[in-house]
Nanobody
Framework: QVQLEESGGRLVQAGGSLRLSCAAS????????MGWFRQAPGKERVIVAA????????YYTNSVKGRFTISRDNAKNTVYLQMNNLKPEDTAVYYC?????????????????WGQGTQVTVSS
């Protein structure tokens, strides 16, 4: 079993920055791909960014390219999402997930464990 705990979400003004963290416990996730998803009110949970086990390959959805950066620190069993130049449309609950395989995926159904989420609110 893997437990995930997200943190770092809060209210921020448009143009601001946040860094989300997702700490894993229960077992090491160094060999697994991880991803960040978000879910806005009344909408489905969608992929934001993903990273493979070795930190050599990443994926970003188009709307965050150039603004968000996903990274991981396997020694700390933690994945991060640096979010810059935030926009009101980035407002959502952000979830991290871990896939029990090394290759990244954008498919929500292929993630095996999820955190409880952290709220990011961007005011205009």
């Amino acid at each position: 079993q893997v437990q995930l705990e997200e943190s770092g979400g809060r209210l921020v003004q448009a143009g601001g920055s946040l860094r989300l963290s997702c700490a894993a416990s229960g077992r090491t996730v160094s060999g697994y791909a991880m991803g960040w998803f978000r879910q806005a009110p009344g909408k489905e949970r969608v992929i934001v960014a993903a990273i493979d086990w070795s930190d050599s390959r990443t994926y970003y959805t188009n709307s965050v390219k150039g603004r968000f950066t996903i990274s991981r620190d396997n020694a700390k069993n933690t994945v991060y999402l640096q979010m810059n130049n935030l926009k009101p449309e980035d407002t959502a609950v952000y979830y991290c997930g871990v896939r029990q395989r090394g290759t990244l995926t954008t498919r929500l159904s292929e993630y095996d464990y999820w955190g409880q989420g952290t709220q990011v609110t961007v005011s205009s």
